[in-house]
């Protein structure tokens, strides 16, 4: 059995149109950075005053942008990053579950990216290097505090623990192609980025 066998998949529902009559219903959308760099949320900065329009639309639930701890019923969840240890698959589990749409934002959360380096190498290889065997280390050791978050054997991208809806590929993704997607969905379109958006670097 994986070490992933335990995380089932949850059940999707169908994201609302925005503006059904003559109201204009604010969606609501969570963003969190899992075993990543946070270089996906500054590109999600980079739509820079197109913000503004967006947050006509969108109220924001947890974000880096609201520092809301946990997330709460959400139309629109974006996850950067993936899984290097139970916290994350923690973080995500919330997600999946509270979250209508659930969108994978770069690499590392499409495949794990930079962070998956190390899936070569077992675990107890990585943690004796970079805590024993380190250049400079005095009387280095190995955390083991009950509070830190468990470190997985593998880094996995996140769809090998939930259901993920759309993949936004790059590292980063560029402003430019997260706006698309998200305008995209806020129509109640399928989202779709041509080759000018779509890159895999
Ligand atoms: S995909 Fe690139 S920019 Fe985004 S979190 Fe991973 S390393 Fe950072």
Redesign the pocket.
Known sequence: MSELDKFAPSPLTPLPQVGEGNEVKKLKVATT?L?????????FLDIDERLLELVKLVEFDRSPLTDIKHCGPCDIGII???LCNAENVHVLREFRANCKILIA??????NG???AQRNHLSLATILEEVYHAQHGLVDGFIPNDPELPLPLDRVHPIHEVVKVDYFIP????SGDAIWKVLTDLLAGREPELGHGLIHYD
């Not at 934002?105 to 499409?110: F, S």
């Not at 790059?170 to 993704?173: A, D, K, L």
């Open positions: 950075s075993a990543g760099c946070f270089g996906c949320h500054m590109s950067e990053g993936g934002l770069g690499a590392c959360a499409v990216g930079l962070p790059g590292c980063p993704p």
